[in-house]
């Protein structure tokens, strides 16, 4: 059974950067769309970036766009999440997830994410 393992989170200064790695088991990642999500407390889950099973396109959520940075690792079966100029907003738990629809487009929607990491916590502030 896919299983997916979410690190690298923590506490950073604002402006600081961190790099979040998802890894997955029991199944090859590479064509398959993966997502980074978020969820703030008492807010509700969003997505905040993903990479696409078909030729490997990405998609950011406005408020990350140009600070953070999907990839693969597909030797490592690992999604990575690089974020910079981190800024307190970003605090939250954060999420990977992968769409089992193959060799697809990928989208900002959690509804089309199929198997879910436990998170990882990134805490923002001086």
């Known amino acids: 059974q896919l299983q997916l393992v979410e690190s690298g989170g923590g506490l950073v200064q604002p402006g600081g950067s961190l790099r979040l790695a998802c890894v997955g088991s029991g199944a090859t990642l590479d064509s398959y769309g993966i997502g980074w999500f978020r969820q703030a407390p008492g807010k509700e889950r969003e997505a905040i970036s993903c990479i696409s099973g078909s030729d490997d396109m990405t998609f950011y959520e406005n408020s990350v766009k140009g600070r953070f940075t999907i990839s693969r690792d597909n030797p490592r079966n690992t999604i990575y999440l690089q974020m910079n100029k981190l800024k307190p907003e970003d605090t939250a738990v954060y999420y990977c997830?992968?769409?089992?629809?193959?060799?697809?487009?990928?989208?900002?929607?959690?509804?089309?994410?199929?198997?879910w990491g436990q998170g990882t916590q990134v805490t923002v502030s001086s």
């Open positions: 997830a992968v769409d089992m629809r193959l060799y697809r487009l990928c989208v900002l929607d959690t509804l089309k994410y199929d198997y």
